[in-house]
T-cell receptor, first 110, second 108 residues
Framework: DAGITQSPRHKVTETGTPVTLRCHQT?????MYWYRQDPGHGLRLIHY???????DKGEVSDGYSVSRSKTEDFLLTLESATSSQTSVYFC?????????FGPGTRLTVT | GQQLNQSPQSMFIQEGEDVSMNCTSS?????WLWYKQEPGEGPVLLIA?????ELTSNGRLTAQFGITRKDSFLNISASIPSDVGIYFC????????FGTGTSLTVIP
């Protein structure tokens, strides 16, 4: 298994509160990604990173920000959580040809 | 974004049967990936294909990289109950593009 961990694995939060999800890798891969997975939508890219401090937006980036200060860590922040951000969030890493996923974080915004 | 078309959408099969699914794209890919996702877990990479015409196996799973580079196929032989899950294809481009998924149910 690729060395990817996500924390927390489950979180319940209230609308309007800030939330940060963490992804940690031990593979030293250059690329890291955040996806959300919702029924009927499959995996949708939120943000990705192609190096330390280098990030770019995906197709559903509104309401999310990311930071990557170290190769191994990629943080996803919801500045002010909304109910529409209730989802399962997956981090992934890539050497470009292959992509490996973390175990996921189930986030519920009430 | 670009989406890969995967079929069938779902399959209900008897234990012991073989399974076939495919993935097609309007664009050429240089790599095809096949994943399995079980409920409550992250997708797990099963097979990676790098060359047109390539046939690669992983246990009872066999995947092929189509000659046109616009399609790929996954076969599972002699299915067992633990094969249950959603299988999807993916290909890297400007980002990674994912298939719509095939939900497999194996009836004991």
């Amino acid at each position: 298994d690729a060395g990817i961990t996500q924390s927390p694995r489950h979180k319940v939060t209230e609308t309007g509160t800030p939330v940060t999800l963490r992804c940690h890798q031990t593979e030293n891969h250059r690329y890291m990604y955040w996806y959300r997975q919702d029924p009927g939508h499959g995996l949708r890219l939120i943000h990705y990173s192609y190096g330390v401090k280098d990030t770019d937006k995906g197709e559903v980036s509104d309401g999310y920000s990311v930071s990557r200060s170290k190769t191994e860590d990629f943080l996803l922040t919801l500045e002010s959580a909304t109910s529409s951000q209730t989802s399962v969030y997956f981090c992934a890493i890539s050497d470009w040809r292959e992509q490996y996923f973390g175990p996921g974080t189930r986030l519920t915004v009430t | 974004g670009q989406q890969l078309n995967q079929s069938p959408q779902s399959m209900f099969i008897q234990e012991g049967e073989d399974v076939s699914m495919n993935c097609t794209s309007s664009s050429i890919f240089n790599t095809w990936l096949w994943y399995k996702q079980e409920p409550g877990e992250g997708p797990v990479l099963l097979i990676a294909l790098y060359k047109a015409g390539e046939l690669t196996s992983n246990g009872r799973l066999t995947a092929q990289f189509g000659i046109t580079r616009k399609d790929s196929f996954l076969n599972i032989s002699a299915s067992i109950p633990s094969d249950v899950g959603i299988y999807f294809c993916a290909g890297p481009g400007n980002q990674f593009y994912f298939g719509t998924g095939t939900s497999l149910t194996v009836i004991p």
